[in-house]
């Protein structure tokens, strides 16, 4: 009888144990984080005449607070506050420098673009781009979403 009681003990010592074991390594659901692209929408674009001139685009430059992948809401004028659970895959900037290159190339009115992360070929014409501010704010109701302030 008393073997039985030590055994039945010990056999409950490792269930416990490997109920341990298995919820150790496990993360509650709730915090793991949505990652987000940003995208543009291309619209229909009618064929351009071409200029013949090749247009550099530069790496996007962020305000400060902006050049992170959290995403930034606003409660209060000029505090940023980052959502917890979600974030976007890469900086806004990083984000931002192939849509440009790849909108500005679909409008067919350069003979090439070309993004200054990859290329050292001299160009034509170069833009520069600061994102300014992409944030929601809650300081109406309802909240506003603001699309990318930019700077040319």
Known sequence: ?????????????????????????????????????LDIPLPTIPPANPTGKTLLVSMPKAAPGFDTPGQVYIRTAYQLEYYSKSQWVDTPARMLLPLLVHRLEVTGQFQAVLSATTSTIASDLRLDTEIVRLQQEFLTYPSQVFPISYRQ
């Open 1 to 37: 009888m008393m073997l039985k009681r030590k055994q039945l003990h010990s056999q409950g010592r490792f269930f416990v144990l490997l109920l341990l074991l298995l919820t150790a390594n496990s993360v509650p659901a709730d915090t793991f984080k949505r990652s987000y692209l």
